[in-house]
């Protein structure tokens, strides 16, 4: 039997067992090493030879990952190994560490219990680090360190073994800070990683070593006969001292719970269902003879067997023939299938008992974060992800044969990948696709041109800009156009609180449902009278409807809603998307007869009204923003700090270190899609080493408002002059 099949069925024997069973991701800044310390849990598991590890990079099976040696996607593989006697497996994810594809860290958090924290002391804790720790703490994944390229302190930087231990200790440090900041209530002080405890380890995944508390007392390794070794270069010597699968998996097994130790504390976080109730109780426990809970965190296109979608079974056994409901919807769907991921091949399998991550075959139309439930239950959480597109480029089939097949590729391509965008401009009949950074829409092109073959061209990266209000204004009247019925309009900014409360997902979007939904937006900054009063909230903006005793308001709210749902998508000044606006209705007159009250009356009533309060209000642009982390040679500092101020840019931070300078600079999205890597890289002889991630929108300068507003405007198809209020009020 290939050693694969062999693996799978070792598997398989072993998903019953919760003791044995962990379910984690590696997650790190960009190039710290995730990929190639996953190497080394493969090779122990016997799935690629120790020889190679670190150097195939097996989870890095797609082309364009190997031709531009970067992860771009999560990697989900099952393995058996033995520690200390006994038989583990492990669900383990890879996820990929560049910012632009941070959606697959989101959701892949959904999916384990635990992470490998992965940070490379030469650099230390970079802009990624933090943002993934913060994202695993949020969906209560507990931590355990590990210290690659550790090598490259010894030999790079050359530091003395005090000055190792100094770094190191002062990393551990800021590291349990940001565990104290971030973990969940009552957890703080439980997850904070200690060498002494077991939960640190150091070493290099690419030169195959590592050592830990276990490998001190199981090999008697000492730090100093690291040091020796290193300076030796007796690279086998140190493999046979400290053994880097070993050492990462003790922490993986000692210090990373099981999931039957996990779901009762995750669940309450990630479920808001009645926990007494028979599905609620059956997940709490990991019940595998309860009926079956899923979320889904992943949807991958498959040659064979089309829409495949990734998921974690919380309680239950997922078999072929299972019937689901999807996201609490009244129809069911029948399972065809299930399987567990190894890299890139699905292993078809008979059951996936609760508290492992399976493939599944046969429900349609499914995304990312949809729960599969057995009976009907309340959904899980959204999975929320943080950034937001910033860049879009319009894209087109360079033969309009292609069209379709364009179309349908960009559908698969969007549901893979919920932080991608793509939307046709109706004027133009472009298509435009958005994206977290340009990287992302390069890999989205290169994969339309070399996986589904559809030869496009694309236009110059165009930058996403919102449009928002800064002071209130209203009532401002709107009017159908058979002027029978006419709806009063505040428009307000929402408060920070309460955008905050929507970035991060405490507030939902969408229709605010019951009691929680209220509180999540008082507790965010929002009056009471008015959360009760809010009836949709959409990219950022709510409606509420202040309105007593109105006749017909609630008969039209579906059509209001839509209105206001359609004026907030596309803004009155730049149609770009409005975001932080509160849309109160004050009064409003409405038709009795209904036959006079329908869509083509009220929608544009509604949508007028919102635009000429925005308008009177003085609708401004806000553009994206990232922050750089550029680490550069000292000597070049000048240089680019006129560089980046030139760009528009606000520096931060500077700090030096032994002749090297990091500078932390807020650069405007709209100055650094064109020709700025280039241009650093040029005035810094190819010295500058940066990182960028999303900062926010803000406010555009004025000065440079009217004539972006007017490029747009022209780019859309639109008449170069935005629109005055009273075009929306006679
Ligand atoms: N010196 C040294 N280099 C290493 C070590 N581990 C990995 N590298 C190198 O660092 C680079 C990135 O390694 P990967 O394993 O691909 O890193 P990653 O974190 O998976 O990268 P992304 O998934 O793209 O974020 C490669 O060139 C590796 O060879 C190490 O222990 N020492
Ligand atoms: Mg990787």
Redesign the pocket.
């Known amino acids: 039997m290939a050693r694969k099949e062999y693996v799978v069925e070792e598997v398989t024997k072993m998903m019953r067992d919760h003791k044995h069973i962990r379910n984690v991701g590696i997650i790190?800044h960009?190039?710290?090493?995730?990929?190639?310390?996953t190497d080394s849990l493969l090779a122990r598991a016997g799935l690629i030879a120790k020889s190679v590890a670190?150097d195939v990079?097996y989870t890095?099976y797609e082309e364009i990952e190997k031709d531009r040696?970067?992860?771009i996607k999560s990697a989900y593989i099952s393995f058996g190994f033995n520690y200390k006697g006994e038989d583990y497996i492990i669900n383990l994810i890879?996820t990929?560490?560049?910012v632009d594809f941070g959606g697959h860290v989101t959701r892949s958090m959904r999916a384990i219990d635990g992470v490998i924290l992965?940070v490379d002391p030469t650099e230390g804790i970079m802009p990624q680090t933090e943002t993934v720790l913060r994202q695993a703490m949020k969906e209560k994944a507990k931590p355990v360190l590990f210290f690659?390229?550790?090598?490259?302190l010894l030999t790079e930087l050359r530091l003395t073994p005090e000055q190792t231990q100094e770094r190191l200790l002062k990393l551990i440090n800021e590291i349990n800070q940001m565990i104290e900041n971030y973990a969940p209530e009552g957890y703080g002080e439980k997850w904070k990683v200690s060498v002494e405890k077991g939960s640190v380890a150091f070493?290099?995944?690419?030169?195959r070593w590592a050592i830990s508390k276990r490998i001190m007392e199981t090999k008697n390794a000492t730090f100093k006969q690291v040091f020796d070794l290193t300076a030796k270069n007796d690279l086998e010597a140190l493999q046979e001292l400290c053994p880097i699968d070993e050492a990462t998996l003790a922490m993986v097994v000692e210090h990373l719970p099981n999931p039957a130790e996990a779901q009762p504390y995750r669940i309450p976080q990630i479920w808001h269902g009645d926990l007494n109730s028979p599905d609620g109780k059956a997940m709490m426990n990991t019940d595998m003879n309860a009926k079956t809970n899923v979320v889904i965190f992943g949807i991958k296109y498959d040659q064979q067997a089309g829409e495949v979608a990734v998921g974690r079974v919380f309680s239950g056994n997922a078999k072929k023939g299972t019937e689901f409901h999807v996201s609490g919807k009244q129809d069911v769907q029948k399972l065809q299938q299930v399987g567990i991921y190894m890299g890139p091949d699905r292993i078809i399998v008979d059951a996936i008992p609760a508290g492992n991550i399976a493939a599944f075959v046969g429900i349609k139309n499914l995304s990312v974060g949809d729960t599969l439930s057995e009976d009907m239950i309340e959904p899980f959480e959204q999975i929320k992800h943080y950034s937001q597109p910033v860049v879009t480029k319009a894209i087109e089939a360079k033969d309009s044969r292609d069209t379709t097949k364009l179309i349908e590729a960009l559908r698969m391509l969007t549901k893979e990948d919920p932080t991608l965008r793509a939307e046709i401009n109706q004027e133009t009949g472009e298509h435009l696709i958005s994206g977290m950074g340009e990287l992302h829409l390069e890999i989205v092109e290169t994969k339309l041109r070399d996986d589904f073959k559809v030869p496009i061209t694309t236009s110059e990266p165009i930058v996403v800009y919102h449009e928002t209000i800064e002071r209130k204004v209203g009532p401002i009247e709107g009017k159908s156009p058979n002027r029978h019925s006419r709806f009063f309009v505040n428009v307000e900014p929402l408060p920070e609180g309460v955008q905050k409360a929507i970035d991060e997902g405490t507030i939902r979007e969408g229709k605010p449902k019951g009691q929680v939904a209220i509180e999540a937006m008082i507790a965010a900054g929002l009056p009471r009278q008015t959360a009760k009063e809010v009836e949709e909230i959409t990219n950022k903006c709510m409606l509420a409807d202040t309105t007593k005793g109105v006749q017909y308001v609630n008969e039209v709210m579906e059509l209001l809603i839509d209105g206001f749902d359609e004026a907030v998508k596309d803004g009155p000044l730049a149609r770009e998307k409005v975001s932080g606006v509160l849309v109160s209705l004050v009064d409003a007159t409405i038709h009795e007869d209904p036959v006079h009250r329908g869509p083509a009356q009220i929608l544009p009533a509604i949508k007028r009204a919102i635009y000429a309060g925005l308008l009177t209000s003085g609708v401004v642009l806000e553009e994206p923003k990232q922050n750089f982390t550029i680490s550069i040679p000292l000597d070049y500092m000048s240089d680019v700090i006129s560089f980046l101020q030139s760009k528009r840019g606000q520096i931060v931070n500077i700090e030096q270190e032994s002749g090297q300078v990091s500078i932390l600079a807020k650069m405007p999205v709209a100055e650094v899609i064109k020709g700025f890597s280039n241009d650093l890289r040029g005035m810094t002889q190819g010295k500058a080493i940066w990182y960028q991630e999303f900062a926010g929108y803000e406010r555009m300068p004025t000065e440079l408002q009217n004539k972006v507003v007017r490029e747009i405007r022209k780019r859309k198809g639109q008449p170069e002059e935005p629109p005055k209020p009273e075009q929306f009020m006679d």
């Open positions: 790190a960009v190039h710290h090493g995730k990929t190639s310390l670190g990079l890095n040696r970067m992860t890879d990929p560490g560049h992965v690659n390229k550790v090598d490259r070493g290099s995944a690419l030169r």
